[in-house]
């Protein structure tokens, strides 16, 4: 992973990018994928073990997609992120909106999809590091701006610190989802 630099992580703790031919590992992502979106404010119970499999696989076929990992010494996945690049078109259709040329113009962009760590490893910089993480593969693959759509304060937070800033574009769908924009230099 050579767009990768020396992020600092908790002793122990390790950065990779996910190998779909290690099976446990697929299949344990999907597991802790499954259970991380039934929290606050996402409610989400409607993710199947298969369908997470197959989202996983379809999303890892996208142009410069990375699903990153953070795994622990029991090489145990305790925290993880995906991103891919987009064109405007896809971020209309992720946003639930037909204006996205209107406030991201036609720069190659890259969308920050997922990132969530396990309770128990929260607070550490897990997500800060996988945040920059897909900031350094994006200006690998040359794309100019990092789109990310929340409304988790938490994530907001980390995001906010390491540069991002909110714009007036929000989901279609949830006007409290806010897309947030990194501009890589
Ligand atoms: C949102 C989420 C990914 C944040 O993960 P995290 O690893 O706890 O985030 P970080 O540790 O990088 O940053 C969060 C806080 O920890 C603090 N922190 C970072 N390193 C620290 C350290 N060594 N010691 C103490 N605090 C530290 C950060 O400064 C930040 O503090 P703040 O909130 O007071 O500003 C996590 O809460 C989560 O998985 N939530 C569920 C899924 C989710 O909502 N994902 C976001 C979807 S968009």
């Not at 991103?83 to 962009?109: C, H, S, T, V």
């Not at 929340?150 to 929000?170: D, E, L, Q, S, V």
Request: proline share 4%; hydrophobic share 45%.
């Amino acid at each position: 992973m050579e767009f990768l630099r020396d992020y600092r992580l908790p002793k122990g703790l390790r950065l990779e990018e996910l190998d779909l031919s290690k099976s446990d590992d697929l299949e344990a992502l999907a597991r802790f994928y499954c259970e991380v979106w039934k929290e606050p404010p996402w409610l989400e119970f409607h993710w199947t073990y298969d369908a997470v499999i197959k989202y996983i696989l379809e999303t890892s076929q996208k142009i410069a997609s990375i699903w990153l990992l953070i795994k622990n010494q029991a090489n145990e996945i305790v925290a993880f992120a995906l991103g891919y690049g987009i064109d405007f078109k896809d971020l209309e259709q992720i946003a639930n909106r037909k204006d996205a040329a209107f406030y991201f113009g036609e720069k190659p962009m890259f969308y920050d999809a997922e990132v969530a760590v396990m309770p128990t490893y929260r607070k550490q910089g897990l997500a800060t590091v996988l945040i920059r993480a897909r900031i350094d593969f994006a200006r690998f693959h040359d794309l100019k701006v990092v789109i990310a759509r929340t409304k988790a304060p938490n994530a907001i937070r980390a995001m906010t610190k390491i540069g991002f800033f909110p714009t007036t574009f929000t989901d279609g769908s949830d006007p409290e989802r806010v897309y947030w924009r990194f501009d890589i230099s």
